[in-house]
C-alpha cells in the first residue's frame, strides 16, 4: 500500500435526526489500532453520544459492521419482469 493512499471507512445513518441504524463499511485488512480508533471516536463519541446523549451501546441505535470485498458482483437488473 503507497504511503499516501487513505484509508477510510464509511458509515451511513438510516435517519439523520433520529438515527436507529447505522452500517458500517469496513476497508479490506482493518487494524486493531483503526477498527479501536473507529470505534471509539467515530461510533460511540460522534454518533451514538450525540444522538442518546449516552456513550453506551445500550441498543438504541443498532450497528451493522460489514467489510468491504476486494470483489464485488453486478447483476444487471434492466430486464427483470414485476410480478
Not at 504511503?3 to 433520529?18: G, M, Q, Y
Amino acid at each position: 500500500m503507497a504511503a499516501d493512499a487513505k484509508r477510510t471507512a464509511t458509515l451511513h445513518l438510516n435517519n439523520k435526526e433520529h438515527p436507529t441504524m447505522l452500517r458500517v463499511q469496513l476497508p479490506p485488512k482493518i487494524t486493531q489500532n483503526e477498527l479501536t480508533k473507529l470505534i471509539n471516536e467515530a461510533i460511540v463519541k460522534d454518533i451514538v453520544a450525540r444522538h442518546t446523549g449516552c456513550t453506551c451501546l445500550s441498543g438504541t441505535i443498532s450497528v451493522l459492521i460489514e467489510s468491504v470485498f476486494q470483489e464485488a458482483v453486478h447483476v444487471d437488473l434492466a430486464g427483470a419482469i414485476g410480478h
